[in-house]
């Protein structure tokens, strides 16, 4: 069965500083991988996908991801973070394309430190 | 700009009265979903349309029904709200089929917050 592991909870970083969030799937082929973004209050924002080509994936807001297939992982990294970045993130994953059902992770809690 | 649209963005029942929650969309995606999202946790899919073809989840409750009278709107329906019913409700849409227009992300609205008394 699929299954996305998002292993931190929380994560705290300084302004300007950089970020990785993680997240590894569990999926026997190759997965629609995405990022999503949410502000508290607010729906889920698309960062970015992934399902084939490159695998170094950009997306808005400064973001990219990269999906490493031997390691089952879709990291979200962001070279200099600012404070409007605070959100929970979550990482998810479809199985048949890019608009069928996807099966979210647990979130990550972003917090920026001034 | 095309978007979905959820109203109301927060909504007070009364425990057992019940609620319809709604959600519009323009981008004229045949895929329409309703996700319930209780506090630091994921969304949880409770159902879907694709078109017109209704797919329940099998762990959504009965007392969570769903409307699509045409393909800009579809509805919430929770027949007797609980108190463990209060959540964020988040509707999202894609686009399934072919071409190259086809088969688009998730776009969500920005949900409406159910609160129970």
């Known amino acids: 069965a699929q299954s996305v592991t998002q292993p931190d909870i929380h994560i705290t970083v300084s302004e300007g500083a950089s970020l990785e969030l993680r997240c590894n799937y569990s999926y026997g082929a190759t997965p629609y991988l995405f990022w999503y973004v949410q502000s508290p209050g607010q729906g889920l924002q698309l960062l970015l996908k992934y399902f084939s080509g490159d695998t170094l994936v950009q997306g808005i807001k400064g973001f990219e991801a990269e999906f490493k297939r031997s390691q089952s992982s879709f990291n979200l990294r962001k070279p200099s973070v600012h404070w409007s970045d605070a959100a929970e993130y979550f990482c998810a994953v479809a199985r048949y394309s890019s608009a069928s059902k996807i099966i979210f992770g647990s979130g990550t809690r972003l917090s920026i430190r001034p | 700009d095309a978007m979905v649209i959820q109203n109301p963005r927060y909504q007070v029942t009364q425990f057992g009265k019940p609620v319809t929650l709604s959600c519009s969309q323009t981008l004229n995606h045949n895929v329409m979903y309703w996700y319930q999202q209780k506090s630091s946790q994921a969304p949880k899919l409770l159902f879907h349309?694709?078109?017109?073809?209704?797919?329940n989840e099998a762990d959504t409750p009965d007392n969570f029904q769903s409307r699509r009278p045409n393909t800009s709107f579809c509805f919430l329906d929770i027949r007797s709200p609980g108190l463990g019913d209060a959540a964020m409700y988040l509707c999202?849409?894609?686009?399934?089929?072919?071409?190259?227009?086809?088969?688009?992300?998730?776009?969500f609205g920005d949900g409406t917050r159910l609160s129970i008394l």
């Open positions: 349309y694709y078109d017109k073809d209704f797919n």
């Open positions: 999202a849409t894609s686009r399934l089929g072919q071409g190259i227009y086809s088969n688009q992300p998730q776009h």
